[in-house]
């Protein structure tokens, strides 16, 4: 007789089928501790637990109560008990203790432990538990040392219900699970309780029904601090960095230092009626290229075709001495013209002095045959000027004798703004601190180039009227906060959202989405970020990937009327666009229809991109990370048996299955997107105690100052209201509130500003003006215009709107939409006037509409709000790169703009719904 037939003895002897209960002799009767076995069966693996009196555990529980208590503790062993030899015994004996005692080796640790009692019976030891039989008891909370399980068949599965998470590679196995009652009627497993002192308190989890104990507790120095940065740790990237700006620095003080800003002199000069009126330049032309600016009551480029009145310009050379400005010559020979005519269109002589002044700007190009020769004859050169009209047309003439050269600037230019994005993507410097040496930079490379800005000049490109809108939001934003109404609106918002990670995520990109449509969106982020980021913290999410969201929707939604975006403000300003039918509902009407198309491809595109919730989670929950690591020492364990004989590859398996579990589990686990019920529940209770208004009267304060700037933003944007800017708007407002709620500690008021952000604006637009005085924003423009005029005319309208679309969205992905958008909407008027052509107005209108507002979700310098959003966070202590936002928002950008394109193709090519 075998040690196995021995067992299977000792097993029937020790638990006849008619005595299922055990009565003890001391304290009364204890409840024994029973083990059912499930034989093999297509629906193994149910579990039934019964008491000594043959009752079933959880009576008088409610059977909901009931089935979720089953449901949680269910334990499956995916081993049969008949197929534990001695030698996989002895393999399992060599497991770490931790996995030995597992409820998944069940089987291994019944044979132990009824080899164990069998040892004891045959050689007469007395009645004492062995280590395996006190470690039993002590799992199972039972004081008793001779109470120890009973084994008896399982009956007929009376529950039928099969958990619908077990995998079915399991059925047909045979299955034994352990559940023990204690004498005070408490059900527990066995094997797989800890001792407190056994596991640290904070690594315990509640896993799958089982409370399994963090084996490896990560260590301290695997800890991401966040401050390990690359000056830090590579000393020579360091140094490198250090050298580099310093050189930039020499570089642009070298610059500074040599060359002097240009002034440039007007000079008034009086047309007479039919006559030709010279004027001699008082310095030659330092470059085949001669540029001057105009001032006078001339008409704009559109009404070229409806006007007779004209000037015509052009430059001579002569070699011969004049009498002053005398136009006759003493050598006829000696004169060459050497420009094009230049044909400029002036108001009727009745609206000289009613029409506006309009500055124009021109470049006369010298061959270079005939540059060379002025410098070598000593030849003078002068501009003729004549009107057909029979009065004195007065103009005022600046003439610029070394404009840059187009072709270098271009270069130069395309070198500034790559050098900025090398700073901020690889986060060489803050980029506030990018911004001021890019524009400075620029700044210098204008002067080397003969065209160094006066300090005039440099603050009237700074765009004041944006810089005072952001100043004052900001103020209006801090004193809303010491109110708690952003606490309040989060905690409303996570009450109606259920506490479901995706309703909270789509609720705040819709409500950003609709506020930027009527609000500028810079406005709509200063007042949606930090009820994103309370909200987050709520529900320990990581805020930055939904501040990113929002701020993508923002752009969105700003595109959908004509106040939602500076970029529609300049498009609808263009009188020449107003008087073809552009009105604030035909606008609002065909943008709305793209917007809402965007947005439900936005939104697609993040639940497939963060399909993983996990991924928006702050911290990882800790049961996830305990189920990684379990898995980790499960399948380092399994791989330390080799698979060389069948019983080391019955524990193998054994191992194996129960790693697909875990995976199972965990894979079903890291699909939930909401917080649990109970929790949800506590949360909110809290949270609608710790946050309530708190100052109710300085809220209404502010309630009524926002409506009053609402109400000033709205009636800006009729054409016979509009007095005031935006930013005045709001800065009176911001005064309003001041003088209401008496604030005197102002420090902590200006405290509350985001001053790294306001100077990163004023050096973003002191560098885009630069770069377009280089001429690469011009280039731009005249490559969309001949790429678009070279195809036929068929396709010229589909042509026309994707160049202008693209174009317009992928340079404001990296350059600052205003210019851009200023630049496009000339081209855009060109086109429509160009009668050859044949292209309708608003297509184009709307495929620039949408254009710089959608590209400017491409990149975190892209939009205003972007910078604005990521001021805010970084103020909050969630930092995000350019490269965070580059991950998230390119593709968005990608998507939305291929969207919008098949829609405006569909609209206004197939169906021509202009």
Avoid at 166 to 190: M, P, S, Y
Wanted: aromatic share 8%; charged share 20%.
């Amino acid at each position: 007789m075998d040690y196995l037939d021995k067992l299977n003895l000792f097993r029937r002897r020790r638990n006849p089928p008619s005595d299922t209960t055990e009565t003890s002799t001391t304290g009364g009767s204890v409840s024994s501790p029973t083990i059912v076995l499930s034989p093999a069966s297509p629906s193994a693996g149910e579990i039934s637990t019964t008491s000594s009196s043959g009752e079933p555990s959880g009576v008088g529980v409610p059977e909901t109560k009931r089935k979720k208590k089953s449901k949680r503790k269910r334990t499956v062993s995916v081993v049969p008990i008949s197929e534990v030899t001695e030698a996989s015994l002895e393999l399992w004996r060599t497991l770490p203790t931790k996995i030995r005692q597992d409820p998944s080796m069940v089987s291994f640790q019944q044979v132990e432990l009824e080899h164990a009692r069998l040892h004891a019976s045959i050689h007469g030891y007395s009645r004492g538990p062995s280590p395996v039989e006190a470690n039993f008891c002590r799992l199972a909370g039972d004081d008793h040392e001779d109470s120890f399980p009973d084994i008896q068949p399982m009956d007929d599965d009376e529950d039928g219900e099969e958990e619908e998470d077990e995998d079915d590679e399991d059925n047909g196995n045979e299955f034994i699970t352990i559940n023990v009652t204690n004498e005070q009627g408490v059900n527990k497993e066995l094997e797989h309780i800890k001792e407190k002192k056994e596991i640290p308190k904070p690594h315990v989890h509640h896993l799958a029904g089982h409370y399994i104990g963090n084996i490896t507790p990560p260590k301290h120095e695997d800890i991401d601090t966040g401050q390990n940065h690359l000056d830090e740790d590579h000393p020579f990237r360091k140094y490198s960095k250090i050298i580099c700006l310093f050189i930039t620095w020499m570089v642009i003080i070298a610059f500074l230092v040599v060359k002097d800003e240009k002034l440039v002199h007007a000079k008034q000069l009086s047309i007479p009626a039919g006559k030709t009126r010279p004027y001699i330049l008082p310095k030659l032309p330092l470059s085949s290229k001669v540029k001057f600016s105009f001032e006078g009551t001339f008409l704009g480029e559109q009404y070229t075709n409806i006007t007779e009145h004209y000037l015509t310009i052009y430059l001579q050379s002569l070699t011969s001495t004049l009498e002053g400005n005398d136009s006759e010559l003493l050598n006829s020979d000696s004169v060459h013209n050497i420009s094009d005519p230049w044909h400029v269109p002036i108001v009727h002589p009745y609206l000289f002095d009613s029409a506006p002044i309009i500055k124009k700007q021109h470049s006369f190009d010298i061959s270079d045959n005939n540059f060379e020769r002025i410098h070598a004859q000593s030849s003078a050169v002068r501009m003729m000027v004549k009107s057909n009209i029979k009065a004195s047309f007065p103009i005022s003439v600046k003439y610029d004798q070394s404009p840059v050269n187009r072709d270098i600037g271009v270069i130069y230019a395309a070198f500034v703004l790559i050098f900025l994005y090398a700073l901020i993507i690889w986060e060489v410097v803050h980029r506030t601190f990018a911004a001021v040496i890019a524009s400075t930079l620029a700044i210098s490379i204008l002067a080397a180039l003969d065209d160094r800005p006066t300090m005039e000049d440099i603050v009237g490109w700074i765009d004041v009227e944006t810089i005072l809108l952001l100043f004052s939001m900001m103020i209006l934003v801090a004193i809303l906060a010491e109110t708690g109404i952003f606490d309040f609106l989060a905690v409303y918002i996570y009450k109606i959202t259920n506490g479901k990670i995706w309703n909270l995520i789509h609720c705040l990109c819709i409500c950003t989405t609709l506020i930027s449509s009527f609000l500028d969106n810079v406005t709509t982020v200063l007042l949606m970020a930090p009820i994103t980021i309370r909200l987050c913290e709520v529900m320990d999410m990581n805020p930055v990937p939904v501040l990113m969201a929002i701020t993508v929707h923002a752009n969105i939604g700003g595109t959908m009327t004509p106040v939602g975006d500076p970029p529609n403000i300049i498009i609808t300003s263009n009188q020449y666009i107003l008087k073809h039918g552009v009105t604030f509902l035909t606008f609002t009407a065909h943008m709305m229809v793209g917007v809402i198309i965007v947005v439900i491809a936005t939104n697609i595109h993040l639940r497939l991109k963060y399909k993983n919730i996990n991924n928006l989670r702050m911290h990882e929950p800790k049961e996830l990370k305990e189920l990684r690591r379990n898995i980790k020492v499960w399948e380092r364990a399994a791989g330390k048996i080799p698979p060389y004989s069948k019983d080391a590859n019955i524990v193998r398996e054994t191992l194996m299955k129960k790693v697909r579990l875990l995976r199972h589990e965990l894979k079903k686990k890291m699909t939930k997107g909401s917080v649990p019920e109970d929790l949800y529940r506590t949360t909110l209770e809290e949270l609608q105690k710790e946050h309530p208004i708190k100052n109710k009267g300085l809220l209404i304060k502010s309630g009524v100052v926002c409506a009053f700037i609402i109400s000033l933003f709205f009636l800006e944007s009729i054409p016979e209201l509009r007095r005031m800017s935006s930013g005045w708007a709001a800065l009176l407002g911001v005064m309003l509130l001041l003088i209401i709620s008496d604030k005197n500690d102002m420090d902590a008021v200006l405290s509350r500003i985001e001053w790294p952000t306001l100077l990163f604006f004023a050096a973003m637009f002191t560098l885009m003006e630069a770069v377009e005085r280089m001429g690469l924003i011009d280039w731009i423009g005249h490559a969309t215009e001949s790429i678009i005029q070279s195809v036929s005319e068929d396709l010229r309208l589909a042509v026309a709107i994707i160049i202008i679309l693209w174009i317009s969205a992928l340079t404001s992905a990296f350059v600052d939409s205003i210019p851009v958008t200023a630049m496009m909407v000339k081209i855009v008027v060109a086109l429509s006037e160009k009668s050859t052509l044949g292209l309708p107005l608003q297509p184009l209108v709307w495929a620039l509409a949408f254009g710089p507002c959608l590209g400017g979700n491409g990149t975190l310098v892209g939009a205003s709000a972007n910078v604005i959003c990521a001021g805010i966070a970084e103020q909050h202590g969630y930092r995000f790169s350019f490269m965070d936002y580059f991950k998230l928002g390119f593709p968005i950008m990608l998507v939305s703009v291929i969207v919008t394109t098949g829609y405006l193709i569909m609209a206004h090519v197939v169906f021509a719904w202009h």
